[in-house]
């Protein structure tokens, strides 16, 4: 277990500032994610973190030690790509064993070792297997094995479950978490899918343009988003945004209801005008517009899939939020302000 910390750090390529700025602590043993758009720089941060890429400012700490200048086989940090980047040439029992090779460790040391990573992950029947001969979410489980096999002090991931299926990813996460906390080790795992990081995080850091927007508990993130980005990014569908008397006002769709379910002193009403209906099963959304002269948007509900709700497309029915669940961004800098409605 070890503390990784960035301070001010930054990586410039040419113009384009792929990380800007970025101060970031982890707690030892924690599990952090990094979410963000596609090129919000996450990746980057993870190489400089790792010792592959160099940064233009700014300082890498492990342990409250400057490694920054450090190559990365002195960092005691293991990294898994999206790509896996197994030996094909080699079998699983090679692969998860040639990083301690690589180090020197004593042969007669080697297969206990490899024995331990490979039962981690219920691998131990392929050992002999050339990675063609495994599935999608096999090959995951070794790159996941020969990355621990060393007991690195801090595990770096990157978009690992990216290539597996949807139902693979589901019991893959699982399987990931639980092994993280057995293991202890400080994890910080890059995601561009919120799903992820919200099942998958004990903190979650939002990134967007080279730069930390929020840095938070999950729930803390989904419920109080620092700005329209993070309100947005987060959430599917994301949290609605209208005009509202100047002020940008923000509740997420599961909070937008019919307002005969709600106490109406405690809630605001607004006319929902139905476009479009999906019934999912477990949930229905129901998508349409608000449209006063003080308040505008388009907006969605999320209701219960048992909820019978007696909605028609093409009409306009009364909506309501409670005022608990009502945020507030400034129109101009999307920042999260401290608001309220009349
Ligand atoms: P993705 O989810 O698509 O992998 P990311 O958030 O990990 O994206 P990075 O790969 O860190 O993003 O890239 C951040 C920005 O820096 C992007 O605009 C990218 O084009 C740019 N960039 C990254 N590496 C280089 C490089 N070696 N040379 C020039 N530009 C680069």
Redesign the pocket.
């Known amino acids: 277990m070890a503390v990784v910390e960035a301070r001010g750090i930054s ?1 410039h ?2 113009e ?1 500032r ?2 800007d700025g970025v101060n970031l602590a982890t707690a030892e043993g924690e599990f952090l994610v990094l979410l ?12 400089m973190i790792a010792g592959i890429e160099e940064p233009t400012h700014g300082d890498i700490l492990i342990d409250g030690h400057v490694v920054t200048h450090l190559p990365p086989r002195v960092r005691n940090i293991a990294m898994v790509f999206q790509s896996y980047a197994l030996y094909p040439h080699m079998t699983v029992y090679k692969n998860i064993a040639f990083p301690l090779r690589t180090r020197g460790m004593d042969k007669a040391d080697i297969p206990r070792k490899v024995e331990w990573a490979a039962s981690m992950f219920g691998i131990e029947k392929l050992k002999h297997r050339k990675p063609r001969e495994l599935s999608g979410g096999e090959r995951q489980r070794v790159a996941l094995a020969r990355a621990v096999v060393r007991e690195p002090s801090v595990f770096l991931l ?2 690992p479950l990216s290539n597996l299926d949807a139902k693979l990813r589901a019991s893959a996460r699982e399987e990931l978490r639980q092994f993280q906390k057995r293991m202890g080790f400080t994890t910080i795992y ?1 995601t ?1 899918d919120q799903v992820e990081a919200m099942g998958l995080g004990d903190r979650i850091v939002v ?1 967007h343009q ?1 730069r930390i927007r929020q840095v938070g508990l999950p729930k803390e993130i989904y419920d109080s988003p620092a700005d329209t980005f993070v309100a947005t990014f987060l959430g599917s569908p994301p949290m609605n945004l209208i005009e509202h008397d100047g002020i940008v006002v923000g509740f997420r769709p599961e909070n937008f209801l019919p307002a005969d379910r709600m106490n109406g002193d405690e809630s605001v009403a607004y006319p929902f005008e139905i476009t479009y209906m999906e019934d999912l099963g477990a949930e229905k959304l129901i998508y349409g517009n608000i449209r006063e002269r003080t308040h505008t948007g388009h907006v969605v509900s999320r209701l219960p899939g048992n909820v019978e709700a007696p909605i028609e497309q093409g009409r306009t029915y009364p909506f309501a939020a409670l005022r608990r669940d009502l945020r507030f961004f400034d129109i101009k800098t999307g920042l999260r302000t401290e608001g309220s409605l009349p």
């Open positions: 990586r390529f040419g384009v792929a990380v963000g758009p596609s090129g919000c720089g996450k990746t980057t941060l993870l190489r990157d978009e890059v561009h990134m080279g």
